[in-house]
């Protein structure tokens, strides 16, 4: 199998896919979004700008990734209070890491 295939596989059973300092613009990875979340994922964005793949994002965070990668416990968990299906694996990892 090759690595692509692999990343495919892994995508479409993804709860939850964080994209971090990238465009999104090159194929075939930035496919990768499109696949999490025609399956029902979540995409969240941590990019300086907009991307092609906005529309696609639960939620967008723009920003120096630097500054970003500080503001990720406090945005994620902001974020999963508005969610309604978060699997009892994920629930249990928020409790564990406090997030």
């Known amino acids: 199998m090759r690595n692509y295939d692999i990343c495919e596989d892994k ?11 990238t465009s999104i613009r090159v194929t ?24 092609p793949k906005d529309d696609l994002a639960s939620l967008h965070i723009r920003g120096d990734l630097s500054d970003i ?8 968990k902001k974020y999963l209070q508005t969610q309604d299906n978060i699997p009892k694996s994920v629930r249990k990892l928020i409790r564990k890491y406090k997030i």
Request: glycine share 6%; proline share 5%; aromatic share 2%.
């Open 69 to 76: 990668l500080l503001m990720i416990p406090k945005e994620l």
């Open 11 to 21: 995508a479409r059973k993804t709860i939850v896919m964080l994209v971090m300092g």
């Open 28 to 51: 075939p990875a930035s496919d990768l979004v499109d696949i999490v979340e025609k399956q029902g994922g979540k995409v969240i964005l941590f990019t300086r700008s907009d991307t």
